[in-house]
Every structure is written in C-alpha cells, then in structure tokens.
C-alpha cells in the first residue's frame, strides 16, 4: 500500500470507529432511557459508521462530505432536539461529532491536495 492509500483506510477506519462509539453511547454514558438523546446516538451513528465503511469501499470524498454532516448535525442536535440540559448526551453527541467533522474536513482538504491519480 502507497502512504496515500494508508492514510485514506485509517481516516475512513477511524469515522466507522467514531460512528460505531457514538452508536453505543447511550448505553455507555447511561441515556438509553432518554428516548431522543439515545435514538439521535443510535441513528446518526449508524449513518456515520455507514459512511466510513463506503469510504473504505472507495467513495472517500462522497463519504468524507457525508460524515462531514453528519458531525456538524452531532454537534448541533442536542440543542436543535431538546436535550442539551442532559450533559452525558451532550457532551457524546459534541465531542464525537466534532471529532467526525474534524476528521472528515482534513479528509476533503487532502484529497484537495493530493496529485491526480494516473492509471495505465
């Protein structure tokens, strides 16, 4: 493997990872009971593995921009659904989600940035 296709499986490896940890969360952090926190976790997660398993399939950029989304939507949910004031649920959905977005911006800016691929 070329450092180009490394770092691409480890940035796609780590948003399945991340989706995957943040899937579990409410069982984890103890909101499985509160019913948006826990189905908020449980769907953007899924959609956030799901994006990490297309971009180790090969769709790097549609599934970095997807997960790009996906993040900010972490981010921003727990005060757009209501459940902010429940700090546990807060703190997965922003620290996860931050992290899927950081991940999934550096992504993008090196596929920017790496030279066309040429095939024979």
Request: glycine share 8%.
């Amino acid at each position: 493997m070329t450092d180009y296709t490394d770092r691409r499986t480890i940035m796609a490896g780590s948003q399945l990872v991340m989706g995957l940890l943040l899937f579990i969360m409410p069982w984890i952090a103890g909101f499985a009971a509160e019913q948006t926190a826990a189905w908020t976790a449980w769907a953007t997660g899924l959609l956030i593995a799901v994006a990490g398993i297309v971009g180790l399939a090969g769709q790097v950029q549609p599934a970095a921009w997807a997960n790009l989304v996906l993040g900010l939507w972490a981010v921003i949910a727990p005060w757009l659904l209501g459940f902010a004031a429940l700090a546990s649920a807060m703190w997965s959905h922003v620290v996860l989600g931050l992290l899927v977005a950081l991940v999934a911006a550096v992504e993008l800016w090196w596929e920017q940035q790496a030279p066309p691929r040429v095939h024979a």
